[in-house]
C-alpha cells in the first residue's frame, strides 16, 4: 500500500508580497503604525512548524518578515537582541565585519544555556579575522578541482555499493542508516585519509555522534574516541604523509593540536549537515512526486535541484552573530554587545528573491541562497557537500524509480530542537507493494 504523498500547501512559510516591493519596517508607513512596527516589544523565537507540513519554517517568520526584517526578539537567557528575516538583511549581516561569530560573545536564541566557551580549537565557525584568515587560507586551496574531480568518482562508487546493498537486502530499510550516513562518512575518509582498515570503526564512531538513540555517554565515547584517533592520525600523516587533505596540511605551520581540531571540525561540519540533506531531501521529493519524476527521467538535473533543494529545506535553519560595535541598520540601532538571531530559512523563502518561494521547483535557478551561508564564513566544504548530493539523490532515484515511504509521512521522525534540522529515520521501499 502507497502511502499519502502530497507536497506540503503553498502559503505555509511565507505570504506573497502584493506588488513588487516590501515596506522594510514601517518606512512609507505613515502614523501609529509606524510607530507601533519600529517600538514593537521584544518577540520570542518562533519555532512552531506548520503542521503537516515539515519543510514549510514557522508560519511566523515569513509573517515577520513581511512586515519588518529586523525587529527585536527576546533571547531566553534575558538578553534583548535581534530577529532578521529577509532575505537582503540576512545576505548582508553574513557579510558585515562589524559583527563576531565568536562563540563567547552571542546569546543563544532557543534556549538558556548560559555563557558560551570559546570555539575549540580549529572550529572556525567560532572565529573571526585574523584568525579565521589564518586557518580558511590553508584549507581553501585544499579543495581544488583536481581532488573534487577524484572524489567525484569516489562518491559514485560509494554510492553503487550501497545502492548495491540495499538492492539485494530488499525493502523497507531506514534511509539514513543504509544509505544517507555512511556516504559522506566515507567519503570524509577519503578526504582525511583515514587508512582502510580503520573505516569501520571511524564509520561505528561517527555513527554514534549522529544517531538520536545513542546514549549521552555512548556519544562522549565516541567523541573521545574520534579525538584521540585524529590525533594519532595527524601524527602518522607527518611521519608519512600520503595524497589526501590531512597530509598536505602537515606541511603548514599548524600545531599537531590544530591539526587535530581542524580535522574534527571538517568532520562535524561535513557528516550531519550532508546526511541530513541526502534524507530529508529525498522525504521532500518523495511528498513531491512530480519532481522526483522530473529528476528521475532527467538526471541532468542534479546541480539545480540539488541548490533548490538547500535553499527548500534550508537544515542550518539559523545562526547567530553579535554587534561589535554600535551598527545602524534599517533605521534601527544596534548596540554593541547585542545578538543577532538570523532566520536563515526565512531569508531562503522571501519572496521577493525567490518568487513562489513555498514551492519546491527543480527547474528553478536558486542561486544565491543561503544554504551554504555567505561571506568569510560561507561552508568551506560546500564543493565536497555538493558531489556528494549530486551523486547520492539522483542515483538513488534512478535505481528505485518506484521508491515510497514505507510509513505515513506523519510518522517520519523530526529532528525537532537540534541544530540541523532534518529526519532521524526515513524508512523507505520499492518494488511490488
Not at 518561494?357 to 564543493?383: E, N, S, V, Y
Request: a negative charge; charged letters at 25%.
Amino acid at each position: 500500500m502507497q502511502h499519502e504523498t502530497s507536497a506540503c500547501p503553498a502559503g505555509h512559510g511565507s505570504r506573497q508580497t502584493e506588488g513588487p516591493e516590501r515596506t522594510q519596517g514601517a518606512q512609507g508607513t505613515e502614523g501609529t503604525e509606524a510607530a507601533d512596527l519600529r517600538e514593537r516589544e521584544p518577540i520570542a523565537f518562533p519555532t512552531a512548524r506548520p503542521t503537516g507540513c515539515p519543510f514549510n519554517p514557522p508560519a511566523e517568520l515569513g509573517e515577520l518578515r513581511e512586515q519588518d526584517p529586523l525587529v527585536p526578539l527576546q533571547f531566553p537567557d534575558g538578553h534583548v537582541g535581534w530577529l532578521a528575516t529577509g532575505y537582503d538583511m540576512v545576505r548582508s549581516l553574513f557579510a558585515d565585519p562589524r559583527f563576531s561569530s565568536k562563540y563567547e560573545l552571542m546569546h543563544y536564541p532557543f534556549a538558556d544555556i548560559g555563557e558560551l566557551p570559546s570555539a575549540p580549537v580549529g572550529d572556525m565557525t567560532g572565529m573571526d579575522a585574523p584568525e579565521h584568515t589564518r586557518f580558511r587560507k590553508l584549507l581553501m586551496g585544499r579543495f581544488t578541482v583536481r581532488r573534487m574531480r577524484e572524489l567525484t568518482s569516489r562518491a559514485e562508487q560509494i554510492t553503487a555499493e550501497h545502492l548495491d546493498a540495499m538492492e539485494r537486502r530488499g525493502g523497507p530499510v531506514d534511509l539514513v542508516k543504509e544509505f544517507a550516513q555512511p556516504i559522506p562518512a566515507l567519503m570524509i575518509c577519503e578526504l582525511l585519509g583515514v587508512p582502510t582498515v580503520d573505516r569501520e570503526k571511524f564509520q561505528k564512531w561517527t555513527l554514534q555522534l549522529t544517531t538520536h538513540v545513542t546514549d549521552q555517554q555512548a556519544q562522549g565515547e565516541a567523541m573521545n574516541a574520534l579525538g584521540e584517533y585524529m590525533h594519532k592520525l595527524v601524527l602518522v600523516k607527518r611521519a608519512n604523509p600520503t595524497d589526501d587533505m590531512l597530509s598536505d596540511l602537515t606541511k603548514n605551520d599548524l600545531t599537531d593540536e590544530e591539526l587535530t581540531g581542524v580535522s574534527s571540525f571538517l568532520l562535524a561540519a561535513g557528516l550531519d549537515t550532508t546526511a541530513n540533506m541526502i534524507a530529508f531531501g529525498t522525504f521532500a521529493l518523495l511528498r513531491n512526486p512530480a519532481q522526483f519524476a522530473a529528476l528521475r527521467e532527467e538526471p541532468s538535473l542534479a546541480p539545480q535541484a540539488v541548490e533548490e533543494l538547500m535553499r527548500y529545506l534550508t537544515i542550518a535553519t539559523t545562526t547567530v552573530k553579535s554587534a561589535l560595535e554600535d551598527v545602524e541598520l534599517d533605521g534601527r540601532l544596534i548596540k554593541a554587545g547585542q545578538s543577532v538571531a538570523m532566520s536563515i530559512e526565512a531569508a531562503n523563502r522571501d519572496p521577493l528573491r525567490f518568487p513562489d518561494p513555498d514551492t519546491l521547483d527543480l527547474r528553478r535557478k536558486a542561486t544565491g541562497h543561503l544554504g551554504f551561508g555567505h561571506g568569510i564564513h560561507q561552508c568551506l566544504g560546500q564543493q565536497l557537500a555538493r558531489v556528494e548530493m549530486q551523486v547520492a539523490i539522483p542515483a538513488l532515484v534512478s535505481r528505485f524509480p518506484d521508491l515510497r515511504l514505507a510509513v505515513p509521512s506523519e510518522d517520519v521522525p523530526l529532528r525537532t530542537g537540534m541544530s540541523i534540522f532534518g529526519v532521524h529515520s526515513l524508512p523507505v521501499t520499492w518494488g511490488e507493494a
